[in-house]
């Protein structure tokens, strides 16, 4: 027994490489934003053509400096509309996902009807479906309506998106039939069964589905690409797609603009992190 609890205690060793990893990218991101550009040239530099030499990196400023992310937020108008652009497209399909999402999942989930299969069966079958197959058909409805160019062309399909429904479905899987058949025999009905047991209880699912549903919207790209052509309507995650916003003479800019955008997606998804566990647990332990 002494030799497997040693085991057990020495496993934690095997996480230090994969931590590292991880968190690499984001110690590269975090000082480089706190690099000026003169020192950045120098470290990096040479991969990108800026210099000559070796590329060299230090895990600490050698000379620290917040003007790459004083430049972002007090001389860089672009960004700040790009930005609130996200913020607004991404709570207004995460708002959708909640009021369409979670009465769609509670009748699949706890209705029964004829064509309950076959419904199910088609959110499944468009939720496996890649943005390149359904991309004509949105782009030719969207036009049809007056929509593109508009934050609706954004807005309208994400909130209808499938994904959000499928987590919620597996969450109010979980709420216990008899409970919901005390409330019947109580005299509740259908819409207050929902609202008063199903939305309280399924709230893991019901976050899991919103955070999932945030950090794929904020990090949309190809449909803002494909139905936003003026810059005034664009999401943060074009920013780098204008050539003025990525220059290899604004290095510092560039990092401090990506640790600006990373910075909503860990918020939401520390938020979330609890009941992203516990929603999708629940839902693996009930499929």
Avoid: C
């Amino acid at each position: 027994m002494s030799r497997v609890h040693k085991l057990h205690r020495w496993q934690w060793l095997w996480l230090i490489p994969a931590a590292l990893l991880v968190w690499w990218p984001l110690w590269f991101l975090f000082m480089g934003a706190l690099m000026s550009q003169e020192e950045l040239r120098l470290t990096i530099g040479p991969a990108l053509g800026l210099g000559t030499g070796y590329t060299v990196w230090h895990l600490l400023p050698d000379w620290p400096t917040l003007e790459p992310l004083l430049t972002l937020l007090l001389d860089t108008p672009q960004f700040f509309v790009m930005f609130w652009n996200s913020i607004g497209q991404s709570v207004a399909q995460v708002a959708g996902n909640l009021l369409v999402g979670a009465p769609a999942a509670w009748a699949i989930s706890r209705l029964r009807f004829r064509g309950r299969s076959m419904v199910r069966g088609l959110y499944i079958v468009l939720m496996l479906l890649p943005f390149q197959v359904t991309m004509v058909p949105s782009y030719l409805v969207l036009r049809q309506f007056g929509l593109l160019d508009t934050p609706w062309a954004i807005i309208l399909p994400g909130i209808f998106s499938t994904f959000p429904v499928f987590i919620m479905e597996r969450g109010f899987d979980t709420v216990p039939r008899e409970v919901l058949e005390s409330a019947s025999i109580d005299g509740a009905n259908q819409w207050q069964r929902f609202w008063r047991i199903g939305i309280p209880l399924g709230i893991p699912g019901l976050i899991s589905a919103l955070t999932l549903g945030f950090l794929d919207a904020w990090n949309a790209k190809e449909q803002p690409m494909t139905f936003l052509e003026s810059p005034q309507y664009w999401p943060l995650s074009l920013f780098f797609t204008d050539p003025a916003n990525l220059d290899t003479k604004q290095l510092g800019l560039a990092m401090a603009a990506s640790l600006w955008m990373l910075l909503p997606s860990i918020l939401a998804f520390r938020f979330g992190q609890t009941y992203l566990e516990a929603g999708l647990t629940k839902g693996a332990v009930k499929g």
